[in-house]
């Protein structure tokens, strides 16, 4: 027993390891998306820059004048199940999407009008027959002139940014297996990374990127299984473990 909790500590800790190194220990920005973070009045990907600080450094709103904010303008989504992600903000358009059906909407920040709609077409009988906790979707990805949405049903879909016509789909799993999505994807250099869900139906996990102009398959590593299975190359996993790395 405890030769086998050592070996699923020892997993975890390189899975960390590798998934640490991945993000921040090499230059992963896409330098689009990177250059957009650096202008404050953008939210340009999930927790506002790479570093995932969740903060802006605007401050017409601060702690003197909070209490006297009211509504300058709404906007309902028509969907009334949980909404876990917040929008996107690039260049004065707000993007924001929905739970299950996952419609995403850009806006017009200055005139607060619609520019563009786009719903996917999912199986509602399928995809939400194996969700565990709502049909949530925590939030879009940007870069290279595309807004990524990654749909409950685990289709991966690019939209362009500026009329929201579908660029490229892939099929990141199953729904009949259990396979789930609800994470917001990432863009990193020349690709879209993003995961699955399942786990409670026995789906093994996996960090996959693909190819942001053509969808193609980058690479893809899972959470448990052999050397290649994770992406760990042995030899240099055991020299860190050496200390030498």
């Known amino acids: 027993m405890k ?22 220990g090499l230059v992963l920005a896409n330098s689009e998306v990177e250059k957009l973070t650096e202008n404050p009045a953008n939210w340009a990907t ?53 739970p299950f059906p ?19 077409t999912q199986d509602a009988d399928v995809t939400l027959s194996v969700m565990c906790c709502d049909a949530v979707n925590r939030g879009l990805a940007y870069g290279d002139g595309k807004i990524f949405l990654q749909q409950n049903d685990t289709v991966l879909t ?6 929201g016509k579908r660029i490229w789909s892939v ?37 996959v990127a693909y190819n942001i102009k053509t969808g193609k398959m980058a690479w893809k590593g899972y959470s448990i299984g052999e050397d290649n299975d994770i992406l760990i190359d042995p030899n240099k996993t055991t020299t860190w473990l050496d200390g030498k790395m």
């Open 158 to 163: 690019a939209l362009d940014a500026k009329t």
């Open 46 to 98: 999930w927790g506002g820059n790479y570093a995932a600080t969740r903060y802006s450094t605007l401050a017409q709103i601060n702690a003197d004048n909070v209490s006297k904010l009211t509504p300058a303008w709404t906007f309902s989504t028509g969907v009334l199940r949980g909404h876990e992600g917040g929008p996107l903000v690039v260049n004065d358009i707000i993007y924001i999407h929905t």
């Open 171 to 207: 099929q990141n799993g199953d729904p009949k297996l259990g396979m789930t999505n609800t994470n917001a994807p990432l863009v990193v250099k020349d690709n879209v990374i993003t995961g699955i869900s399942g786990s409670d139906y026995g789906v093994r996990g996996f960090l």
């Open 102 to 120: 996952n419609t995403v909407y850009a806006l017009d920040q200055k005139s607060h009008s619609v520019i563009w709609e786009y719903t996917p």
């Open 3 to 24: 030769h086998y909790k050592s070996i699923s500590i020892f997993r975890r800790t390189v899975l960390t390891v590798l998934i640490s190194s991945m993000f921040f």
